[in-house]
């Protein structure tokens, strides 16, 4: 765990193995940011070692500088903001998040760094905060007794002038709980599939439960009571499986809670495709085919351990998608949980079967609004790229306020439509629904065939996090490679926007 604290002291004078200073780009050179308070023989060897290693200052980019005169830290970190001028102050706080993210990074043997980029306001300050510890996530892997352990950054100081102020340490905080939260979900989504299945990510759930401070309830449905719960989506995916289904519900409902949030987060700990069985590379990432869950899990218990007063339900469906004896064929006809019946046209569209049981049972209790997160369609990954979520909604303004959510936690995310005149693919000859569409609109088609299990009334949005949710690439940022907890933070700053 990364602590942080603030302080109001001048970087140069702070004990610590690495301070992060800020540079900026001007006329295609780096040059410090305004406001560093460097001695002016610290400051003159930098912006020498920036000359010399031809340093742009361009947004993320990095440079180390070793003993750096009238500095007390043995490692001095240069992280770029991009173009500005020598006298700019004030950044967007997705530039800080990523420089602060990117510093931290790259570091590989520091545990206390102070982090002193420009963060005068509460805002920065929580920008600062976050991408710090979001950057100092180390995934520890499956190692053998000798191997190691990753040596990460243990403890921040963010360098502020509102070191003293209620507001900047009460971001200070949240960053921290934040960046637990979606290490938690990295961690989950990172783990080898012989190890996470539904059931050892259900026991996961309950050891974690037991750990936050805020009480949060947990209960498990095992293949016996989706049966007998009419939980036909869940059952059919999992069924060729000898790791069954499970469905988890996690509740954080404090006794003044102001309104009520349901997640349901799609848990497929593992997609062969079933018997459409996927080509053998499409196979690689499918462990991160639960990330929509782990998502949504991390959110309930940072609303926990944050005390919002709110109640926060997340549903997880937990299935693996394997082709054995057992397993769902194309053209069964399975009874879901709304009573709904629907006709598989092809098993490797599995996740939209799981999630509609969990917004149905989602809906029964009344909540104010309803969000479902998901790795669901590889058409959105066509039309948004790798980085960019899709937000689908049966309410324009819900899907605005989802939108405007993750705008503020600087997850991308862009809005897209139900095109009406695109229902017609899922009409069935056999069933009430077809559950796949044609190949072009497929992420809308999805999110249309979503909107058959929602409560008629109740609010509801879709995020598709296909793409951004795993990183295939070089890390970036304050986003690793591999898992990267997106959707976290969307959902933790959509669900504070209920605590009024």
């Known amino acids: 765990m990364t602590t942080v604290s603030l302080s109001d002291r001048p970087a140069h004078d702070l004990t610590a193995d690495a301070v992060v200073l800020a540079t900026v780009q001007v006329d295609g050179s780096a040059t410090l940011a305004a406001g560093h308070g460097l001695p002016r023989g610290a400051a003159a060897h930098l912006a020498t070692s920036l000359k010399a290693h031809g340093a742009s200052g361009a947004a993320e980019e990095v440079h180390t500088v070793a003993a750096v005169p009238g500095v007390k830290a043995g490692l001095v970190v240069l992280a770029g903001l991009g173009s500005a001028t020598a006298r700019t102050t004030s950044f967007e706080p997705e530039v800080l998040r990523r420089a602060a993210g990117a510093a931290i990074r790259s570091l ?95 026991d996961s759930v309950r050891t974690r439960a037991g750990s936050v401070s805020g009480k949060v309830t947990v209960t498990v449905l095992d293949e016996k009571a989706l049966v007998k719960g009419g939980f036909g989506g869940i059952v059919g995916v999992g069924q060729g499986s000898i790791n069954p289904p499970r469905l988890v519900t ?58 919002l007063p709110v109640k926060v339900t997340g549903y997880l469906c937990l299935a693996e998608n394997m082709p054995g004896g057992a397993a769902q064929r194309p053209s069964d006809v399975v009874t879901m949980r709304n009573g709904t019946t629907v006709e598989i046209l092809d098993t490797d569209a599995e996740g939209r079967m799981v999630l509609g049981d969990g917004i149905a049972l989602a809906g029964e209790a009344g909540p104010d609004a309803i969000v479902d997160i998901a790795t669901l369609t590889g058409a959105q990954m066509v039309a948004l790229g790798g980085r960019v979520a899709g937000i689908m909604a049966n309410d324009d303004p819900f899907r605005d306020r989802v939108r405007a959510a993750a705008d503020t936690s600087g997850e991308a995310a862009w809005p897209m439509p139900l095109p009406a005149d695109l229902r017609s693919q899922l009409d069935s000859t056999v069933a009430d629904l077809a559950h796949k569409g044609e190949r072009w609109g497929g992420m809308l088609t999805a999110g249309l065939f979503l909107k058959e299990f929602v409560t008629e009334g109740t609010p509801w949005a879709h995020i598709d996090i296909a793409g951004p949710s795993f990183n295939e690439g070089s890390a970036w940022g304050y986003t690793p490679k591999g898992a990267t907890g997106f959707g976290v933070a969307t959902l933790l700053t959509l669900v504070e926007g209920y605590a009024g």
């Not at 053998?144 to 509102?162: F, L």
């Not at 080898?192 to 539904?198: E, G, H, T």
């Not at 349901?264 to 929509?292: E, N, Q, R, W, Y």
């Open 108 to 202: 590989k043997a520091a545990t206390t760094v102070a982090v002193a980029l420009p963060a005068g306001d509460v805002g920065s300050v929580a920008a600062v905060a976050e991408g710090a510890t979001l950057g100092a996530y180390r995934y520890a892997g499956v190692r053998g007794p000798a191997a190691k352990p990753a040596v990460g950054v243990e403890k921040v100081t963010v360098v502020t002038s509102s070191a003293r102020s209620k507001d900047a340490k009460a971001v200070a905080a949240r960053a921290v709980v934040l960046a637990e939260a979606k290490a938690y979900a990295r961690d989950l989504v990172n783990m080898p599939p012989n190890l996470l299945f539904p059931q050892s990510f259900a």
């Open 250 to 307: 996690l509740t954080w409902a404090p006794a003044k809670a102001k309104s009520s949030v349901a997640l349901v987060g799609k848990g497929i700990t593992f997609d062969s495709g079933g018997l459409c069985i996927k080509p053998p590379a499409s196979m690689l990432t499918m462990k991160s085919d639960m990330a929509g869950a782990a998502a949504v899990a991390a959110t309930v218990f940072a609303a926990a351990e944050l005390g």
